[in-house]
């Protein structure tokens, strides 16, 4: 898996940063930020002036020798040999580095069909009018441009791409996915809230001073602290967008439903509109599919589409929202598209700026930062272990087994023979943090998911076992949130392994009622 990064700077000095991480390796284990290496760090004035193939010449002579020879693995016993699976990048860099055009205002846009921006306004990805791009009518395109001398572009492409010319499998077609950070979270995203906003303040729902408040006064929990969104910019009304990063507008969307919900009306169009991008986001985050999944993922994606048009038919679809809409069959390509997704590379660029922020020196600096950053990695090559362990717990409890409610002791005795056992408020298991009080995905009634309030977390026999205070939950559509409820004190208990979902939620007391709204669609397991 291959990253072509966007700039790390913005101002005068911008550099672009190029990373590897092993597909091979399981989502949980290279989403760490040690696990992705650097390959390159370039000044993006050298790279527009010595073009792509002269700044990835030492990576692709590595490339060309890992496809050939291999790198022989001790404890394999063998060479293994290996290649470039995919590059993740934004629409630029992709089109740049792929050799498709880089102008997205006119013409053939989309590096996975042949469709035009003209055809993108009134032509469904669904409706199968697109010629989808091959590998043999690219070679063809790539071939044309390159015979003319007066053809800049052919389709959409512009020349060849240099992976292409230097790898035997990589093909261009199959090796640049869509991006979900840059299409949905920091593109589309921000554009309609801007749009549906403005639209319910015009018809006076509410003010830009009472959203502004309820998105500083509320009470985020959790892991919803971390990346809380921020308050609305005046300005946003003449640019056309909201503006943020991709977690921050994750939340806003996710939560708008708790923080203005009751106050727009039941059947407002433009909060339609708002409430089936939220589907489409919580789908498109989705960490697994089925076949039923992705057919319920094609049809929200085109009553989004059919939304936005009817309530705003003078806005002009961008082309991420056609890319968009290749999404369900592009999944069957690349898998969920999480897992190829630029976020945590975007990450990775925090290292970066921390070291030009504390360095003050730009002498040499891509040198310093190369030299940083292979200080960082050593160090935890020297660690132990170079992934942290698949369960920690800051602080545990010993409790006695006969003292726990019924449900778990019969749990636990299933497990154990001892009389004791550890308890505690916390766990982090493969990276995400449960905590009491929180809500899990915990089973499923009348084809809805069920929910649990985390009561207490046992570690038994290197186990994780959850035991719950079960809810009543009801899908409130308006909101696209689950009002929860209790009426009997039921408890149960859970292993990671049997829930719907691995990630917890936090659950919000508005007006009087429980709601919760999920992060991505929940795929409730049938018993």
Known sequence: LFRSGPNIQHKIHKFCAVYWVLANVPPKYRSAL???QLAILVKVTDLRKYGYAAVLAPLLRDLHTLEKDGVFIERVGQNV?????CVSADNLAAHGLGGFVESFRAGHVCRFCMGSVEQFQVTEVRERKFLQRTKASHDLHVQTVQESDTLSSHFGVKGGCVLRESLNYFHTITGFPPDILHDLLEGIVPMELSLCVKEMIRLKYFTLEYLNNKITSFPYQHTDKVDKPQPLPK???????????????????RLLPLLVGSVIPEGDESWAVLMELKEVVELALCPSFTDETLDYFVCKISDHRQALLEVFPEVRLRPKHHYVEHYPALIKCFGPLLHVWTMRFEAKHRFFKRVVHDAQNFKN????MAIRHQHMMAYH???PSFFKPKTQASRVDSVLVSALPEVAQVHIREQTTSDTIYKTTNVTIDGTDYVCGMFLSVGVSGGLSKFGKIEEIFLVNHNVSFLCCDYDSWYVEHLRSYELSTADISLSIHLQSGLNDTVPLSAYKIDGSLLLTPKRFIQVRQN
């Open 381 to 383: 090559l020297a660690a």
């Open 365 to 368: 600096i891509l040198k310093t």
């Open 235 to 253: 300005t946003f009304l003449s640019r056309g967008t909201i503006g943020g990063n991709g977690h921050e507008n994750a939340i806003l969307l």
């Open 34 to 36: 040690h696990a992705i």
């Open 81 to 85: 040999r290996g290649t470039v699976f």
